[in-house]
């Protein structure tokens, strides 16, 4: 069956001036505009197309895809702002609404937020929700460790970042956990680490087995061999710099230094790392 904010192929049922009409099943009449038919599209051949309403509450087929589709979650970009809420870019030409009601605090114009995309029972319209944690589930029992996931990030503590699981849970990817800075609407694969008795999801972006000083340990082998076996980079380096060149914290550069100088791999002079063959 067809759904409001999901992508369907539906036959032409008739031919207008305008476009065409397609069958909506239980939805009844979808609309098409003529510029988005296919050329040479006649009565009951399939289209494929996103169903949502326009600005006039007319229930309409797009072959335009959205940047997320009903129950998923994207990083979009305010457009404008108004008393009641603010429109977000979705990639369609109407662009989405999120009412006021459902930001956790003001959205900025010209900032870009997580949002989720929902049906508006009262409505039967789109609508985008900041307050993720209204509409996502945190019960992860539903997960096995070592699960590859989607992941969103879509927000930051002290011991990691907030992520969105699969466009349906929420989830903590602890910074020893991510070989890098990760950014605020970045989207990146993970795993599951492992499911806590309270069920949430402590997640990964190391392969199941493989630790984060494991990962960037061979980045930094790496990093020699592509500069002539030496970096200008110590333990004591500024933590900018290492961040720069490694893309980690000082503290993370010093534990994986640690592991390749115990392994003899590398040795360590005041001012820079040299790679031993």
Excluded at 156 to 184: C, M, Q, W
Aim: net charge neutral; hydrophobic share 40%; charged share 25%.
């Amino acid at each position: 069956m067809s759904r409001i904010g999901t992508t369907a192929s539906l036959k032409i049922m008739k031919l207008v001036t305008g476009g065409a009409f397609l069958d909506g099943g239980d939805l009844g009449e979808v609309f098409m505009s003529k510029r988005e038919l296919p050329a040479g599209a006649a009565v009951g051949d399939e289209v494929s197309v996103f169903l949502y309403r326009d600005s006039e509450a007319v229930l309409t087929g797009t072959t335009a895809r959205p940047r997320a589709e009903l129950g998923q979650c994207a990083f979009m970009k305010v457009v404008a702002v108004t008393k009641s809420g603010v429109f977000v870019d979705w990639g369609l030409p109407k662009d989405l609404f999120v009412p006021a009601s459902e930001q956790y605090k003001p959205l900025e114009e010209g900032r870009s937020y997580v949002i989720l995309v929902y049906l508006d029972e009262r409505t039967g319209r789109l609508a985008g929700t900041a307050k993720l944690h209204s509409h996502l589930n945190e019960d992860g029992s539903g997960f096995v460790p070592g699960q590859e996931v989607d992941l969103l990030i879509c927000g930051f503590s002290d011991i990691g970042f907030k992520a969105v699981v699969d466009n349906t849970h929420l989830g903590l990817v602890f910074r020893d956990d991510a070989p890098g800075e990760l950014r605020y609407g970045q989207r990146v694969r993970g795993f599951v680490k492992a499911v806590r008795p309270d069920n949430k999801l402590d997640l990964s972006l190391l392969p199941p087995g493989l630790s984060g000083v494991d990962m960037l340990a061979g980045r930094i082998v790496e990093y020699l061999r592509a500069n002539g076996g030496v970096a200008p980079l110590t333990d004591k380096s500024p933590s900018e710099h290492i961040a720069a060149a490694f893309g980690t914290s000082k503290s993370a550069f010093k534990k994986a230094l640690g592991r390749l100088y115990k392994d003899r791999k590398i040795r360590l002079e005041p001012d820079r790392i040299v790679l031993i063959d």
